[in-house]
């Protein structure tokens, strides 16, 4: 991770992902992505927001609703807080 800045459009982003535009929006109103926005207020997706995309079609693939698809990656990166923190 670490590479945060945005720089993909939704649509470049959707296809990386092999997922629609509807559904990142979605994904986005359910608080599983939070991209960035420009002035003009167009998403912009950075690396690591296309490494979580992938891990939440992967969640789902497993058979996750999106309610636990929210939950494993909100403990994901609580672990992932902890070991930075205790790194330190």
Do not use: C, F, W
């Not at 969640?59 to 609580?78: K, S, T």
């Amino acid at each position: 991770m670490g590479d945060s800045k945005g720089v993909y459009t939704i649509s470049v982003a959707a296809e990386m992902v092999g997922a629609g535009v509807q559904t990142l929006r979605m994904y986005e109103a359910r608080g599983l992505v939070h991209p960035e926005r420009t002035a003009g207020g167009t998403r912009r997706y950075s690396n690591d927001d296309i490494e979580r995309l992938k891990r939440i079609t992967a969640l789902l693939e497993d058979g996750l609703n999106l309610a636990g698809v929210g939950m494993v990656l909100n403990l994901q990166d609580e672990n992932a807080r902890l070991r930075a923190q205790r790194k330190e």
